[in-house]
């Protein structure tokens, strides 16, 4: 029995079944709740959220990568830039997440457990690195010119700044989840389609966000890296769940193998979205 238990999970491991639609929309509901919660209930404490804004602006400009008031101070001068910067800040970080999901549960449902396995453990690092090291992005940094953009233009739906900045921690900055959830989209998009137009815009959307973050004054480059960081732990977490990168999981999930199966070769699996399909061989023509 033990034998029998071993190789079904074994198998489930290494053929994720299909996903349940109410099962992932509860999982969904309910893990954006906690995390919200878990997020917004870290006390702020704003001395070392200060303290650590000058470590990471310090060590940047020790490696002369501090470019961000530069970026900040040109793209606010651009007024229909930087409005259409803070709507994108504000919304698409969720929408496109979002609609990735939904478009990997319809279309690669074989792949869609270890592909979401990997966004959710992403962010799960990132609620440690916003207990432990609270961080004040740099449009709240004291001493420093840097312009906090949705307050200068009154822009809508930052929860950084205006009322909702009552309700949000502010100093959750360190790692920043718009590169972990955009990085996470697009490496999704490039991996899986089959379109190379989607492929350049899945490459491009998290450089967009970048650019974003930092025009914005809401995070730091290092906290892009931070951001990076965890989803390489999500990642990394999801291929030793699963026994291989999501992307190169079968397109549609298998049905169970009877007890005793596995092991004895299982289905074929289809090829991932990235690779070419093997051209027949020809016999050679007897003489």
């Known amino acids: ?18 996903p349940r639609l109410w099962f992932e929309l509860l999982l969904i509901a309910v893990s954006y709740w906690v995390y919200s919660l878990i997020r ?5 404490q704003e001395r070392s959220a200060q303290q650590h804004a000058r470590q ?14 530069s970026v900040n101070h040109a793209v606010n001068s651009v007024t229909w830039l930087i409005t259409g910067m803070n709507y994108y800040y504000a919304t698409l970080h969720f929408i496109i997440t979002i609609g990735v999901l939904v478009w990997v549960f319809r ?3 074989g792949r869609y457990a270890a592909v979401r396995t990997g966004l959710f453990v992403t962010t799960g690092i990132a609620l440690v690195g916003y207990y432990f090291y609270p961080l004040a992005p740099p449009r709240l940094m004291t001493g420093e010119s840097f312009v906090d953009t949705v307050a200068v233009h009154h822009t809508w739906g930052s929860m950084a700044s205006g009322d909702m ?12 989840m ?3 959830w955009s ?9 899986l389609t089959r379109h190379r137009w989607a492929r350049v815009l899945g490459l491009l959307y998290p450089l967009a966000t970048l650019t974003v973050i ?3 004054a809401n995070h730091f480059l290092m906290d892009a890296v931070g951001g990076v960081g965890c989803l390489t732990v999500g990642l990394t977490a999801s291929r030793l769940v699963y026994h291989r990168w999501a992307f190169h999981l079968p397109q549609l999930p298998h049905q169970h193998l009877p007890a005793g199966a596995a092991g004895q070769g299982g289905p074929t699996l289809p090829r991932p979205a990235t690779e070419e399909p093997e051209q027949p061989k020809v016999a050679a023509s007897s003489r």
């Open 1 to 18: 029995m033990t034998r029998t238990l071993r190789e079904r999970v074994g198998h489930w491991r290494r053929f994720p079944g299909r």
């Open 40 to 44: 917004n209930a870290v006390p702020e």
């Open 56 to 69: 990471i602006w310090g060590l940047e400009q020790h490696l002369g990568i501090a470019v961000e008031k």
């Open 107 to 109: 279309c690669h449902p």
């Open 165 to 176: 900045a009552h309700v949000s921690n502010q100093y959750a900055a360190m790692p920043s």
């Open 178 to 180: 718009h590169i972990g």
């Open 183 to 191: 990085l996470w989209c697009g490496l999704t998009i490039a991996f």
């Open 214 to 216: 930092v025009a914005t």
